[in-house]
């Protein structure tokens, strides 16, 4: 199954340190196990790599794009299907556009589910969204 991973995941298991970085270490570690795949986009890029080059952290930010680059990372491509897709779920649920924009590349990609840590994001329909345990 393809599974999508909100930036606030990423940047947990690439760029953090203590109980949130082990819990989504521990929960990535069992989707890939289960052989599912995990879906990023550009987005999620220009989020999880906004931290490391304002602290100019080349180690982290290098990590970082070794993940992306990994050939069983799927990029879901921000194309015009997934920005009018955004719109309606914005419209819809009032989320900022970063998260309807993610939420809205995952449903276009065909994920399966919407890894995050924000609640919120539940309300949105057409995909199974799960909170980081």
């Known amino acids: 199954m393809l599974i999508y991973c909100d930036s606030m995941i990423l940047i947990y298991y690439l760029d953090h340190f203590g109980p949130w970085q082990v819990r989504a270490s521990s929960r990535l570690a069992a989707l890939r196990r289960a052989g599912d795949q995990l879906v990023i986009s550009d987005l999620s890029r220009l989020e ?65 589910a919407f890894l995050t840590n924000d609640a919120r994001l539940s309300k949105v329909t057409g995909m199974s969204v799960e909170q980081l345990p």
């Open 48 to 112: 999880c790599r906004v931290g490391p080059i304002r602290r100019r952290d080349n180690l982290t930010l290098a990590k970082l794009d070794a993940f992306f680059a990994l050939a069983d990372v799927v990029q879901a491509p921000l194309t015009a299907v997934v920005f009018d897709r955004a719109t309606e779920i914005r419209a819809a649920h009032g989320f900022r556009t970063a998260d309807a924009i993610h939420l809205a590349a995952a449903i276009v990609q065909g994920c399966g």
